[in-house]
T-cell receptor, first 116, second 113 residues
Framework: DAGITQSPRHKVTETGTPVTLRCHQT?????MYWYRQDPGHGLRLIHY???????DKGEVSDGYSVSRSKTEDFLLTLESATSSQTSVYFC???????????????FGSGTRLTVV | GENVEQHPSTLSVQEGDSAVIKCTYS??????FPWYKQELGKGSQLIID?????GEKKDQRIAVTLNKTAKHFSLHITETQPEDSAVYFC????????????FGKGTHLIIQP
């Protein structure tokens, strides 16, 4: 997807190990998000960022932490991976158009994470 | 918080027929309602969106309708084609990037040849 890349695209890791996923944007958008997608649940928000070093929790934040040291990068860390965190993870970026709502909400291609 | 319900979870239609996917939302303050299409192995792509000051919006074969009183909105695809086969997600937001989007659980649209 133009302007947003996720790495790695696929990863298999063992239970109990730490894992970091990276989202990189070239759009200079203010807002960045991490979602996970699971069958029967759709997309659920894990954490989001509204600026450098400004982050907040989403709906399913337990077991995850994030960091944003520069505008273009938003990292998602699983401190100690569990099998329940096997999922497809999507990063998204957006820029607010003010009171009227969002624009430029764009998704990355996803990272498929398997915890064994 | 916002809750978005999406139906049906799977929809199979004959090529050339119309498809309708429906969503309801709970937060009356939501004012932005996008629809996303996700093809296998790819991220979601915005296909159409509508804001609360508009009742209907069309883009070629795709249209979205919004009923704010009933708090529901629908995606209509006419003259369906094989390339329309995908998973479609509706979402709702109050606007303002920090709120993000609340998604429905998705509809798997299958176009039968």
């Amino acid at each position: 997807d133009a302007g947003i890349t996720q790495s790695p695209r696929h990863k298999v890791t063992e239970t109990g190990t730490p894992v970091t996923l990276r989202c990189h944007q070239t759009e200079n958008h203010r807002y960045m998000y991490w979602y996970r997608q699971d069958p029967g649940h759709g997309l659920r928000l894990i954490h989001y960022s509204y600026g450098v070093k400004d982050t907040d929790k989403g709906e399913v934040s337990d077991g995850y932490s994030v960091s944003r040291s520069k505008t273009e990068d938003f990292l998602l860390t699983l401190e100690s991976a569990t099998s329940s965190q096997t999922s497809v993870y999507f990063c998204a970026i957006s820029e607010s158009s003010g009171p009227g709502g969002l624009y430029g909400y764009t998704f990355g291609s996803g990272t498929r994470l398997t915890v064994v | 918080g916002e809750n978005v319900e999406q139906h049906p979870s799977t929809l199979s239609v004959q090529e050339g027929d119309s498809a309708v996917i429906k969503c309801t939302y709970s937060d009356s303050a939501s004012n932005y309602f996008p629809w996303y299409k996700q093809e296998l192995g790819k991220g979601s792509q915005l296909i159409i969106d509508i804001r609360s000051n508009v009742g209907e919006k069309k883009d070629q074969r795709i249209a979205v309708t919004l009923n704010k009183t009933a708090k529901h909105f629908s995606l209509h695809i006419t003259e369906t084609q094989p390339e329309d086969s995908a998973v479609y997600f509706c979402a709702a937001s109050r606007g303002g990037g920090a709120d993000g989007l609340t998604f429905g659980k998705g509809t798997h649209l299958i176009i039968q040849p």
